[in-house]
């Protein structure tokens, strides 16, 4: 039950974009088309953005958008706000149970 | 809105233990899965367990763990309190973090959280 991989830390300047990637293995991001993605702001709840890889739920900005290759899925922020900066984290569905990575601080610029 | 409301945090001594409660309100609670999933200081969010409606397969609930957990903590619910619980015992410093509830329908294939519980704190120290 080893994290997924997800790179420390991004940044951007505002209006442009930035990419996180998130690797895991063929037994989970591999396997299944259910990586989410969440926004984390310190002292809050986290915050779904992303769902079934690319899926956005109702009120989330077409800002954020999401894809996967292989073992790895990626989240892309266009048009970066300040709002945007954040901790973000990767989910992968694993059959029994679920894994996280381990989070990436967005700070924009 | 949907609302879910934890309790049940604070500090307690290793080797000891604590129970969390995570309370649902203004939604359908019995159609959703409750997670729980913590943070520990200056780390990741950490997936530990969940918990299957009553109704989602012909045995009842399907209950999982992860291993960090497994054998010392405890996930059940009570359908008519609308409420997710988290026994947990043999607590050691690193199950020191926030701990959050969420839910999902997991056995609807919706693989996702996304309600989420605000959060309670656990501090296992001497």
């Known amino acids: 039950q080893s994290a997924l991989t997800q790179p420390r830390s991004v940044s951007g300047s505002p209006g442009l974009s930035v990419t996180i990637s998130c690797t895991g293995t063929s037994t989970n991001v591999g396997a299944y088309n259910y990586v989410s993605w969440y926004q984390h702001h310190p002292g809050k709840a986290p915050q779904l953005i992303l769902y079934d890889v690319a899926s956005r739920p109702s009120g989330v900005p077409d800002r954020f958008s999401g894809s996967k290759s292989g073992n790895t899925a990626s989240l892309t922020i266009s048009g970066l706000q300040a709002e945007d900066e954040a901790d973000y984290y990767c989910c992968s569905y694993a059959g029994s149970h679920r894994v996280f990575g381990g989070g990436t601080k967005v700070t924009v610029l | 809105e949907v609302q879910l409301v934890q309790s049940g945090g604070g500090l307690v001594q290793p080797g000891g233990s604590l129970r969390l409660s995570c309370a649902a309100s203004?939604?359908?609670?019995?159609?959703?899965?409750i997670n729980w999933v913590r943070q520990a200081p200056g780390k990741g969010l950490e997936w530990i367990s969940d918990?299957?409606?009553?109704?989602?397969?012909?045995?009842?609930?399907?209950?999982n763990y992860a291993d960090s957990v497994k054998g010392r903590f405890t996930i059940s619910r009570d359908t008519a309190k609308n409420s997710v619980f988290l026994q947990m015992n043999s607590l050691r410093a690193e199950d020191t973090a926030v701990y959050y509830c969420a839910t999902d329908r997991a056995w609807l294939e919706e693989n996702y959280f996304d309600y989420w519980g605000q959060g309670t704190p656990v501090t296992v120290s001497p």
């Open positions: 918990i299957s409606p009553s109704t989602s397969t012909p045995s009842g609930s399907i209950i």
């Open positions: 203004k939604f359908t609670f019995r159609t959703y899965s």
